[in-house]
T-cell receptor, first 109, second 113 residues
């Protein structure tokens, strides 16, 4: 079957670094996506990885290991506005996204 | 601004009534999707359409129907609403075959009483 696992909730301190892990199992693989979703809002695209390695985009970086079925999202210099849910999603062979339940990130001052 | 428009923003619906959630996109995306999002369960796919004129069932299709008469519109209909259909509904679209992910509408919060 197809499955995405990520932690339900994480807490971090403003200014610190946090890593949100995701493991996936899909029928075929066409990339790994991370989305950010603030409470009461729609998910918005953060990053996309299809090859192994690290993709850096400002304070956010995303890593992929296809052999391990593993990805992480790294957030640096955390700000209060980063408090949100972070959704991991893998694209299967039919170009459909399989979604994790999301990780709620709580930032404390 | 290009994107996806959903209507209504929120709705309270009596059980047994029917309702259509509207979704329109102006990006000429081939693929469109309807999801429901419930606390702790994440996004669950209801129905999808890879191109105008075709539709498919997702993970939780029962009690819902869709149509795709043209590229831009993808309405979701609840024929006879039940309280378990209380949820936040998101419409999304994508090019279908490239790797830019999905663009989401702002969502419809539906409460069935």
């Amino acid at each position: 079957g197809q499955n995405i696992d990520q932690p339900t909730e994480m807490t971090a301190t403003e200014g610190a670094i946090v890593q949100i892990n995701c493991t996936y199992q899909t029928s075929g693989f066409n990339g790994l996506f991370w989305y950010q979703q603030h409470a009461g809002e729609a998910p918005t695209f953060l990053s996309y990885n299809v090859l192994d390695g690290l993709e850096e985009k400002g304070r956010f970086s995303s890593f992929l290991s296809r052999s391990k079925g593993y990805s992480y999202l790294l957030l640096k210099e955390l700000q209060m506005k980063d408090s949100a849910s972070y959704l991991c999603a893998a694209m299967d062979s039919n170009y459909q996204l399989i979604w994790g339940a999301g990780t709620k990130l709580i930032i404390k001052p | 601004t290009a994107g996806i428009t959903q209507a209504p923003t929120s709705q309270i619906l009596a059980a047994g009534r029917s309702m259509t959630l509207r979704c329109t996109q102006d990006m000429r995306h081939n693929a469109m999707y309807w999801y429901r999002q419930d606390l702790g369960l994440g996004l669950r796919l209801i129905h999808y359409s890879n191109t105008a004129g075709t539709t498919g069932k997702g993970e939780v299709p029962d009690g819902y129907s869709v149509s795709r008469a043209n590229t831009d519109d993808f309405p979701l209909t609840l024929a006879s609403a039940v309280p378990s259909q209380t949820s936040v509904y998101f419409c999304a679209s994508s090019s279908g075959t490239d790797f830019y992910g999905y663009t989401f509408g702002s969502g419809t919060r539906l409460t069935v009483v």
